[in-house]
């Protein structure tokens, strides 16, 4: 059977960010130095280690994507168990976290932006600078999504003005106090940040780790989608596809190459050492004819079925893609009562994914919506967007779910709208910064 490498060529990525490696690589003794030039600030956020390799893992370690035995539960670092049953101890305090690198990567931001503002744009500069105020904003724009994925409810216009957001920081001065803002505030400022990157922006970037305006709209997409307004999630993403709107075709493929793939709008990925293992019954959604069944699953000796990704390195895509805006856009249209285009969208889609395919058929908007999101479960799989998905989809009673799992003899469960879907903030951080833990 294949394996799928969702191979990243790493030594591509040395190549392209060479011109920004005396500043990153600086000797110990000058590791003070302040940057000052637009080069050192485009070179910051070039730092692809920091800003596009360390992504996220918690929201796919919490959600239903995969599933543990025993053996492989009690092989868990602590944390990972917690996450895993809920618990509310789900990250380290110390060392390297989901909120630590998110919040690295927003100071990283706020030091780019902050000097950028102390340097004048001229015509001769004019690319450079957007370039780079641009990038700060989405990169800045796209961690808070992220951190409000994790860490507050799921957003809900009629509580939003009252529920926790989470710190949205916009300096690097460590001296300036850390606040809560609410739910709504957060994701206004998400808003404004990717909305304020669009112009500054080019359509197409030199390589998928570099921000573009297919990024920025996608990303948009996905917050609005977050926040249940299906209008601009979908306008969103249709701008994004009017750009770019390739899509790989899986039946000439042996494996996925993400650096190279023209799908990719926009590339970030996650590490782990877990072996994340896919419930037969999931496997068994995918057709004999369906390439992802072989690209996306291996088997194990002992018969059970894992989730493949590169065969060199323990790597996932979580990143954002086309597929994801196709599956957004065709939602959309269906939640508009849009069957037609609705349908049009997700074939459009299936046909690079299945092989033969038949074109799928759905006159009314509500069965299109339930087929659409059936889709979008097999296709995103282990992308980071489930737990998003999940917390969404439960404030509607049609979708919603209860998350069982299995650990040492123990049955642990997960409600709909339970406030265990706000992961808990390392308790260091609440007590430096005097923050409210999140209820649990």
């Known amino acids: 059977m294949k394996r799928t490498h969702l191979y990243i060529c790493l030594f591509a990525v040395a190549t392209m960010f060479a011109s920004c490696k005396k500043f990153l690589d600086e000797k110990p003794d000058k590791k003070l130095m302040v940057p000052t030039k637009i080069e050192d600030f485009q070179a910051l956020l070039d730092n692809a280690l920091e800003m596009n390799l360390s992504s996220v893992l918690s929201g796919i370690l919490s959600a239903d994507d995969y599933y543990q035995t025993s053996s492989d539960f009690n092989k868990l670092q602590d944390y990972e168990q917690n996450l895993y049953t809920w618990s509310k101890n789900s990250i380290p305090d110390n060392g390297r976290n989901d909120w630590a690198t998110t919040y690295a990567q927003v100071y990283y931001t706020n030091i780019s932006l902050e000097g950028l503002a102390k340097i004048e744009r001229t015509t001769m500069n004019a690319a450079k600078w957007d370039n780079v105020k641009g990038s700060a904003l989405l990169f800045r724009g796209r961690a808070f999504l ?8 799921g957003y809900d216009n009629a509580t939003a003005a009252t529920d926790y957001g989470i710190p949205l920081t916009q300096t690097s001065d460590f001296n300036v106090k850390t606040t809560r803002p609410n739910l709504k505030e957060t994701y206004e400022q998400i808003i404004k940040d990717l909305k304020a990157s669009v112009p500054l922006l080019p359509a197409v970037p030199i ?3 570099r921000p573009s305006k297919p990024a920025a709209y996608a990303y948009l997409s ?10 601009n999630a979908g306008r969103y993403a249709d701008s994004a596809l009017r750009i770019n709107s390739a899509l790989t075709d899986y039946a000439s493929l042996q494996y996925i190459e993400l650096y190279k793939n023209p799908e990719v709008v926009m590339l970030f990925v ?11 019954a999931f496997y068994d959604t995918y057709s004999a004819n369906d390439n992802r069944k072989y690209l ?6 002992d018969g059970t079925y894992y989730y493949s990704n590169i065969e060199e390195y323990t790597t996932y895509f979580t990143g954002i893609a086309n597929d994801e805006l196709y599956l957004t856009r065709a939602e959309c249209f269906a939640r508009a009562g849009n069957a037609a285009d609705a349908m049009k969208d997700l074939n459009t889609l299936l046909k690079k994914r299945i092989s033969p395919f038949t074109d799928l058929t759905a006159t009314d908007a509500k069965v299109a919506l339930k087929v659409i999101l059936s889709e979008r479960r097999k296709e995103l799989l282990m992308r980071g967007t489930r737990w998003m998905d999940l917390k969404r989809l439960n404030k509607e ?19 709909p709208n339970d406030p265990r879907y706000a992961l808990p903030i390392p308790n260091g951080i609440v007590e430096l910064a005097g923050i409210p833990q999140n209820i649990r």
């Open 222 to 231: 996905r917050a609005y989608l977050s926040m249940h307004d299906y209008v």
């Open 296 to 301: 996306y699953f291996g088997e194990n000796r």
């Open 146 to 153: 992220e951190a409000a994925i994790l860490w507050t409810r």
């Open 397 to 415: 009673p049609e979708f919603q779910e209860t998350l069982t799992r299995e650990a040492k003899g123990v049955t642990y469960t997960l409600p």
């Open 270 to 280: 996650a590490d782990s050492m877990i072996d994340f293992k896919v419930s037969e």
């Open 207 to 209: 390589n998928n780790m």
